[in-house]
């Protein structure tokens, strides 16, 4: 990583020292408070369980910390994205998603936003910004694109739609803040499921909306407090926990993946190979020039759903489990979860393994399916 992506990294555990009285406690408390002691004026104090919690401030300031922008955390991803759509947009407003993107944030718009006047229309991600972005309230961006892994040049998207009159906002999950930080390329708002990496256990929902401008982060805040739709004070400590080690394992992630992907590269029964590292990805010149580590998701083709299915279950260090980013190398046919692509297309997680052992047991179960 670069120099100041380091500095944020040695400095990410350290945090709350500051704060530190002698004999506090090194790891972050848990608060599990619905209620807080608040006689009198109690302006500036923790009141009530759904306005605040010293457990989501702690994970918020580290992710604010990796963002270099205010961040409010949510108890999802999609409970991140919600919070931009019903807190920004209002009836007669219009939006722009891509038609390669997560498929769960098309739904949200085609169920919930349209019935209340608020209309989308869609893109491919390689192609965002064909047309221009005139007449849109907001655009919004999934790069690189689950699962295909298509990237756009964010900053190119950031200023044709802030010269049309339209927000950006980007969803970073698939990359992370060590791996890249779309408000810096010109992005008015991030969105990330924390769910995923950040976590890297997979054993907790959780989410964050990031942005520099003030009114963004009032705005989300205020939809956060009045909906409801906030994280628990145990998920909140969970995710801290995780943040603590996410260089180490995000670092381990990418090396793995790319050694992973060229050698995938080379065997015969994959085709449609997609990794932003690789100098053939149609996306790698773009990729290394807005992102700082190529990622640890893999997508390829197989001959068929069986070989697929086959493929996925029958790696002795491989997970079929939908999600990514934890420690387990974890894959999924995405074709089952409603993508449009192909019935053999696989998306492959890459975990913490060692490259070598998993390596090996990623390309016997491949050979299996090719005798």
């Known amino acids: 990583m670069s120099e100041p992506a380091n500095a944020r990294a040695a400095a990410l555990p350290h945090l709350r020292d500051k704060r530190f009285a002698k004999g506090d406690p090194i790891p972050l408390p848990l608060t599990m408070a619905a209620i807080y002691h608040t006689p009198g004026d109690a302006t500036g104090f923790d009141q009530y369980g759904r306005f605040s919690n010293p457990t989501w401030d702690a994970v918020e300031h580290m992710l604010a910390h990796l963002e270099d922008a205010p961040c409010v955390a949510f108890p999802s991803g999609m409970a991140a994205i919600c919070s931009v759509f019903f807190g920004l947009l209002k009836a007669g407003d219009r939006i722009l998603l891509p038609a390669d993107g997560y498929h769960t944030t098309r739904a949200l718009a085609d169920r919930f936003l349209k019935p209340f006047g608020v209309t989308y229309d869609m893109r491919p991600t390689s192609t965002f910004l064909d047309d221009g972005f005139d007449g849109y309230r907001l655009a919004f961006v999934e790069t690189p694109a689950n699962p295909g892994l298509d990237i756009c040049d964010i900053a190119a998207v950031a200023d044709a739609a802030h010269k049309a009159g339209a ?202 399916i090719s005798g």
Request: hydrophobic share 40%; proline share 4%; net charge negative.
């Open 167 to 368: 927000l950006l906002a980007v969803d970073n999950t698939t990359m992370t803040p060590f791996g890249q930080r779309p408000l810096d390329h010109g992005a008015d708002i991030v969105v990330a499921a924390d769910t995923k990496a950040p976590n890297g256990h997979s054993d907790v929902l959780f989410g964050h909306v990031a942005s520099r401008n003030a009114d963004i982060i009032a705005a989300v805040t205020g939809w956060r407090e009045i909906s409801g739709s906030i994280p628990g004070p145990f998920e909140a400590w969970l995710v801290h926990r995780g943040l603590e080690t996410l260089d180490v394992r995000f670092d381990r992630m990418c090396s793995s993946a790319d050694v992973i992907a060229r050698r995938l590269k080379g065997h015969g029964a994959i085709s449609g190979l997609r990794f932003p590292g690789l100098e053939s990805d149609p996306s790698h010149n773009l990729a290394r020039a807005q992102m700082e580590r190529f990622g640890f998701l893999i997508s390829f083709e197989l001959a068929s759903e069986e070989k697929a299915e086959d493929f996925i279950n029958n790696c002795a260090l491989m997970q079929a489990a939908t999600s990514f980013g934890g420690v387990h190398t974890s894959a999924e046919r995405r074709s089952k979860r409603g993508d449009a692509v192909s019935a053999g297309f696989v998306r492959l997680s890459v975990g913490c393994e060692p490259v070598e052992e998993l390596w090996k047991a990623i390309e016997a179960s491949l050979d299996k």
